[in-house]
């Protein structure tokens, strides 16, 4: 048995599925999970010491590559003054300027320690600035595992939505409105249908948790419009994009402005952060000032928070984003080459430093699209990359990473490998 075999059925034992988050466990590829030993740049080891180019980046945050020695010595140098006080410090006024010198439409923000909590609080925090209770999200898009979020679209068009986890009662998200991405109709008639009780709508404005999938002209200006017409608050969960495919997010791409924004990943460095923030009048109804409660000892700690100072410097350097969008770019063209090449049908898309791949000959733009995709050639793709050290994302419904470290070498090296690839799927 190999030792990641042996690791696997160890951590089976005492950990339910053996992992701490589902996608870990290779159940939609099939296989044994990789365990991890180090990481260093664009590559990680596993527990045999065999080296991967690494293309998931702890989901997002290794935009700098694993272990930049910046942030490590940022990270050190906290440490040795504690690992958490559970009171005010400097630096997160510091990391707050920041943010909100970076993104225009934070006037004010709030640091958590997920993005789960980030998202959570900031529907809480709509909810009580509107006194209303409905939201709309979209199928597809995921901010987290609150239990109002936690939802599917109902039997038609307007119907509230369904548990999608078992332990989340009915009531709990019978006022949520699950609503098809890109759909701009479909939000236009939940308006008219309920405008008056919507307290806001949350979604993520480049989906990346069904894979890429990219707003279509027009989705998230009439998302802007709707709100403002209603008096709704209008979320961008930017836990995954914030920072990732541009210094601004989408916002920044597209020139649409939210109320609230969330933020993880990339603003942690890799270290468990979240934050939230928008207009200063909705801030306000947060506790102390406010009526909302939300709290969290870990909120703000020094070592997450070093860590984030410090990426997000590095990211503020001129040219970083054009120099990692060049690479990410040629990526996915690249692998789109390989695939004709071999006949296969395939395509791809980026923005910044996020990617999609899909076994299909368009580009989606919504779950059913994905869906409709050649899952079984993703599966046989993927194993065939990990054989040959490359690892992406065990799902075909994730966006997958690159970062400032995956140089021409890395690329090329990628793409070899993938020609040898997609050459069996044909």
């Known amino acids: 048995m190999s030792r990641n075999a042996e690791l696997f059925e160890r951590a089976s034992r005492s950990i339910p599925g053996g992992v701490n988050s589902p996608v870990r466990a290779f159940r939609s590829v099939g296989g044994t999970p990789r365990f991890v030993a180090r990481a260093k740049g664009p590559h990680f080891w596993d527990a ?15 935009i700098l590559g694993h272990a930049h020695p910046e942030v490590v010595k940022a990270v050190q140098e906290a440490a040795v003054h504690g690992l958490s006080y559970g009171a005010p410090t400097e630096a997160e006024i510091e990391i707050a300027e920041l943010l909100i010198e970076r993104i225009p439409s ?39 595992h609150a239990d109002s979020l936690l939802v599917k679209a109902g039997s038609g068009l307007l119907t509230f939505g369904n548990p ?14 699950v609503i098809d991405f890109n759909d701009a109709q479909g ?18 404005p480049m989906a990346g948790n069904m894979n890429l999938v990219k707003p279509v002209p027009g989705f998230l200006e009439t998302l802007r419009s709707e709100c403002t017409a209603h008096g709704a608050v209008l979320i961008f969960d930017e836990v995954m994009t914030g920072f990732r495919v541009g210094p601004q997010g989408v916002q920044g791409i597209t020139g649409v402005t939210p109320d609230l924004t969330t933020l993880a990943k ?21 506790a102390p000032m406010g009526a909302v409660y939300q709290a969290g000892t870990l909120s703000g700690n020094p070592v997450a928070v070093a860590a984030g100072i410090t990426t997000l410097r590095l990211l503020g350097e001129p040219g970083f984003y054009d120099r990692l969008g060049v690479q990410t770019r040629k990526l996915t063209e690249g692998l789109m080459q390989c695939a004709r090449a071999h006949g296969v049908p395939f395509s791809a ?9 899909y076994f ?39 966006a997958g990473f690159v970062s400032c470290m995956h140089d021409d070498a890395i690329i090329e090296a990628t793409l070899k490998a993938a020609d040898h690839v997609f050459k069996t799927l044909n």
């Open 48 to 62: 045999e010491d065999k080296r991967y180019i690494d293309y998931i980046g702890s989901w997002g945050p290794a």
């Open 106 to 144: 934070i006037e004010q923000v709030r640091l958590t320690s997920s993005g789960t909590e980030a998202t959570m609080s900031a529907i809480r925090l709509a909810r009580g600035a509107t006194g209303r209770n409905k939201i709309i999200k979209f199928e597809g898009c995921y901010h987290g």
């Open 164 to 177: 999608t986890s078992a332990g989340v009662p009915p009531e709990f998200v019978a006022h949520t409105i």
């Open 187 to 204: 939000v236009q008639e939940a308006f008219a249908a309920h405008g008056k009780d919507i307290a806001c709508v949350i979604v993520e």
């Open 266 to 286: 990339v603003i942690g460095g890799g270290m468990p952060i979240g934050a939230f923030g928008g207009r200063t009048d909705i801030m306000q109804n947060i």
């Open 349 to 357: 898309d980026s923005e910044g430093g996020m990617f999609g791949m």
């Open 360 to 398: 299909r000959e368009q580009v989606p733009k919504g779950l059913n699209d994905v869906s409709a995709g050649n899952i079984e050639h993703f599966k046989t793709f993927f194993h065939g990359m990990l054989d040959q050290g490359v690892y992406f994302a065990p799902s075909a419904y994730e």
